[in-house]
């Protein structure tokens, strides 16, 4: 499995996962997933319950990275099972 890196929002609700494309589709790859998930119960018990999935290119997923960093969310480790 591809590595993946967390950020998690100012308020503790909402987290999103970066991970590299690890299959090829079509030849293709360069681009990443962003999931979306909420935070349920207290973090670090369960893991958050994945919403949403969009696959971008890898120069936008850094742009969303950086720009969700500037806004006030920070790196976490993934630390539940």
């Given at each position: 499995?591809?590595?993946s890196?967390?950020l998690?929002?100012?308020n503790?609700?909402e987290?999103?996962?970066?991970?590299k494309n690890?299959?090829?589709?079509?030849?293709?790859?360069?681009?990443?997933?962003?999931?979306?998930?909420?935070?349920?119960?207290?973090?670090?018990?369960?893991?958050?319950?994945?919403?949403?999935?969009v696959?971008?290119?890898?120069?936008?997923?850094r742009?969303?990275?950086?720009?969700?960093?500037?806004?006030?969310?920070?790196?976490?480790?993934?630390?539940?099972?």
């Amino acid at each position: 499995m591809a590595k993946s890196y967390w950020l998690i929002n100012s308020n503790r609700s909402e987290v999103k996962r970066f991970m590299k494309n690890d299959k090829s589709i079509d030849g293709v790859f360069e681009y990443m997933f962003i999931d979306t998930g909420k935070i349920v119960g207290e973090l670090g018990n369960k893991p958050p319950v994945m919403t949403n999935t969009v696959s971008v290119e890898i120069d936008l997923a850094r742009e969303i990275y950086e720009r969700l960093l500037s806004k006030g969310w920070r790196k976490i480790e993934k630390n539940w099972n």
